[in-house]
């Protein structure tokens, strides 16, 4: 893949919407898969990678409506 280049430098905020957009459609396509349920998923990035919530937890919290 070619990487995008935007007409301007993001912000700090911009860039972990970005990379956790990432790491939730990733999960998604993991539970999907039957690779691991969301709360084992949310608990794997949680404990094991020491990020602050789950990839469910933060799209639950970012945006309800989506059907994680």
Known sequence: ?????ADRSLTPHEIVLRIR???AAEAVL???????SEADIDAALWLGA?????PFAWLRRHDPTISA
């Open 30 to 36: 993991a539970r999907d898969a039957g690779v691991a």
């Open 21 to 23: 957009s990432a790491i």
């Open 50 to 54: 020491v990020h602050p919530e789950g």
């Open 1 to 5: 893949a070619r990487p995008v280049r």
